[in-house]
């Protein structure tokens, strides 16, 4: 077996044990389309999560760390993911709710 093949496998595991399932009950889907030699990972979404407006935070906030804890990954990425991960972490900051600050 390939490096790549190996992490391809490594990575679509960690898909079906981390976020399969919630994906699966928005009727969406994400699998390793590619995976280079050098442990850049390509990801395709399908299903619903193609259409998905929340996708881009979708990969970044959930599907992209577990990629990340994979050992031998390097990069990873979605082409339907066209927004950058600062630009998503400004969103979620902006839709988290308020810390609580403790009034003595």
């Known amino acids: 077996m390939t490096a790549n093949a ?4 490594r990575v ?3 898909i079906r044990e981390h976020i399969a399932r919630f994906l699966d ?3 969406g889907a994400v699998a390793s389309a590619s995976v280079t030699a ?3 990972v ?18 970044f906030s959930k ?4 990629v990340r ?3 031998g990954f390097r990069s990873v ?9 600062a630009a998503v972490q400004r969103i979620l900051a902006l839709s988290a709710p308020p810390r609580r600050t403790s009034e003595r």
């Not at 190996?6 to 496998?9: A, Y």
């Not at 599907?63 to 577990?66: N, Q």
């Not at 979605?78 to 950058?84: D, E, I, K, M, Q």
């Open 25 to 27: 009950s928005h009727g």
């Open 63 to 66: 599907v992209a760390p577990i």
């Open 77 to 85: 990425h979605a082409p339907n993911v066209n927004v950058s991960e």
């Open 42 to 59: 390509t990801l395709q979404f399908d299903g619903a999560c193609r259409a998905c407006p929340a996708v881009a935070a979708t990969f």
């Open 69 to 71: 804890a994979v050992p």
């Open 12 to 14: 679509d595991a960690a």
């Open 6 to 9: 190996d992490l391809r496998q």
């Open 38 to 40: 050098d442990g850049d």
